[in-house]
């Protein structure tokens, strides 16, 4: 079983003593290789003057992000909207062909990933909510996007509900390494995909997961189950017979999977 993977795994801590925080384009090193943007800076075309840049982090809406040049070596972005609802495209990341690891931050008013479709370097990909949102998930009109992405090892989406085609284009992403998924959608679409990513780890691919937290009777160590569209934490212990029912949902659907033989 793996572990639940925090946002802090995939943009290491070390990383961020590393940032510039641009305040004047004359005050940066030719050399900077990691690079944080926001307020006051208008525009992002300067950043072809740092050829060396790796890393990026932009706080900004669309005015700013439209701006943003091809950058070759640019390999990691990390992208927040400044005002939350002041980004609304991801069109300029066609861009930054490069990318292997992106990190959208908090794009509520992002619908579409198909500019990702473009992104055929990347490895890591996070899309999440603000932490202070999670009652209000973000919609995406579909993930069909990212199912062509094959240079993915690992996918994480917190926060999100999606208008069409819920889960199944992810069905495709076999060669996926590592899946978080949060805990919002039906159990069929989970089974699912744990009968479709056979190789794949993550704890939305199990019918339960530990949290960590002991039950107040036994102290047995408490689980989520899987694929209740109001997330649910049971003792497996006390409740041992509403968490055997829904794993024994959970494999039954996983086996009534097409794939479900699988490798
Ligand atoms: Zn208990």
Known sequence: MSSIVSPDDINPLEDHDRFMIVRNWSDVPPKATHLAIAKPIASLAPLRDFPQLRHL???????????????????????????????????????????????????????SLEPLGALRKLKDLLIEISPC?????????????????????????????????????????????????????????????AAALPTTQGFCLHPSVPVGIPCDQCQHEKVMLIGRTRPTIACPQCQAKHVERHVARFQQCKAAYPNAAGP
């Open 57 to 111: 982090r932009i706080f900004g809406g669309d005015a700013l992000l439209c701006t943003l040049v091809p950058l070759p070596e640019l390999c990691s972005l990390r992208l927040s909207a400044v005002p939350s609802k002041g980004l609304t495209s991801l069109e300029p990341l066609s861009n930054v062909v490069n990318l292997e690891r992106l990190i959208l931050h908090h794009l509520p008013q992002v619908k």
């Open 133 to 193: 949102s999670v009652t209000t998930l973000h919609e995406l009109n579909s993930l069909q996007p990212l199912a062509g992405l094959r240079t993915l090892e690992r996918l994480e989406l917190r926060g999100i509900r999606v208008r069409e085609l819920g889960l199944r284009p992810l069905e495709q992403m076999t060669w996926l390494r590592h899946l978080v998924v949060n805990n919002r959608f039906e159990i069929e679409d989970f089974a699912r995909l």
